[in-house]
């Protein structure tokens, strides 16, 4: 198969999306497969992790125990032969396929990979079971890869699954989404996603797991990209620095220089810089807009409340909404075009302190 990285860890299950395993058991339990399913929902709420655990129980080949029950919901056993090769990614009958990392500076996946995906799901079962596709995400297929895939939507083989992940399902072709049963993975409430987080990095302070939980707004993995990142301590300086009633431009231009980093290896970074300046100025908009108590109030971590402050004496709702609309759509072009992030992010943060770059 094209990854032969471990899966997922068997003894830390996803959990908090049972609406989607039920589905799915009773669907192929009842005989009313749908062999493509379109998982939706924000990034890093799980949607990979469920397509995987998904996987597991599908190649699963014991049944000496119920696979399902009413409580449980989707049962993987670790221990289980085809269920430990999906866990370890050396499964046979299993393809993911995701953006290949060397030469590939556009971070799509590529024709290539969707027409090997179409040969992979022609094959007969190597451990006579199911064969199992899972494409993360379709956010990194262009148009020409998803038109592949709608012969194999059409015309699927027989005893073949094929997941979708989508963080932007609306960029889809309709003719795609049209042929897949659609299931939302909603974010996962506070206490939920604290757990997983605490669960992944048992080491750090309790306080870190809270903030991150918030931060992320219920998605785990981007919470857990936050922190590996530093995301999350650079933007607590970032909002510190714009808090100080005078600001520390040296300082704050340092921070956005090294937050900014360019590159595939701070990708994650830049990415995270994105997702918190764009929280913040949206925050801060709320608050302004009059909902002090609402809200803002409640989203807010314990230090971001100073900044929102601070924004909102210097800025009116209107403009603080504007800017995040077009820092949103501007953070994106900046890194499409692989320009100097990190000057975009100094003026955007400047900005917010009603000052021009030094």
């Not at 993995?221 to 301590?233: T, W």
Request: with cysteine; charged share 25%; proline share 6%.
């Amino acid at each position: 198969m094209e990854d032969t990285e471990p899966l997922f860890d068997p003894t830390r299950l996803p959990f908090g999306h049972q609406m989607f395993t039920d589905a799915l058991v009773s669907a192929i339990e009842g005989g009313r497969i749908a062999h493509g399913w379109l998982l939706t929902g924000p990034q890093g709420v799980g949607k990979s992790a469920m397509a995987c655990m998904a996987a597991a129980w599908m190649l699963r080949e014991t049944e000496d125990q119920p696979s399902f029950t009413e409580t449980s919901g989707m049962v993987v056993d670790p221990d289980d032969p085809g269920s430990n090769l999906v866990c370890k990614g050396h499964h046979p009958d299993l393809l993911v396929i995701r953006p290949e990392i060397k030469d590939n500076k556009s971070g799509q996946i590529k024709l290539d990979q969707i027409r090997k995906l179409v040969g992979f799901l022609g094959h007969k079962p190597g451990r006579g079971g199911w064969r199992v596709a899972i494409i993360d995400s379709m956010d990194q297929v262009n148009r020409n890869g998803a038109n592949a895939l709608l012969k194999l939507l059409e015309e699927p083989p027989e005893r073949t699954m094929l997941f979708l992940i989508a963080s932007k399902p609306g960029r889809l072709p309709p003719t795609v989404r049209s042929r897949c049963r659609v299931v939302r993975i909603p974010a996962l409430d506070g206490e939920n996603c604290r757990t997983i987080v605490a669960n992944a990095m048992p080491e750090e302070p309790e306080s870190r797991m809270t903030d991150l939980a918030r931060l992320s707004e219920g998605a785990p993995g981007r919470a857990l990209s936050l922190a590996a990142s530093q995301s999350d301590d650079l933007y607590r300086t970032a909002c510190a620095l714009l808090s100080e009633p005078r600001l520390d431009e040296g300082a704050l231009a340092a921070l956005c220089e090294k937050w900014g980093k360019g590159g595939a290896d701070g990708q994650a970074a830049r990415d995270g810089a994105t997702w918190l300046v764009s929280r913040l100025l949206r925050l801060a908009a709320l608050s302004a807009s009059g909902s002090a108590s609402g809200p803002a109030q409640n989203q807010a971590c314990a230090f971001e409340t100073n900044v929102i402050s601070v924004l909102v004496r210097r800025h009116d709702q209107a403009n603080l909404a504007e800017r995040h609309a077009s820092f949103v759509k501007s953070a994106a072009q900046m890194d499409g075009l692989y320009l100097d992030f990190g000057h975009f992010l100094s003026r955007e943060l400047f900005w917010l302190r009603g000052k021009s770059l030094p």
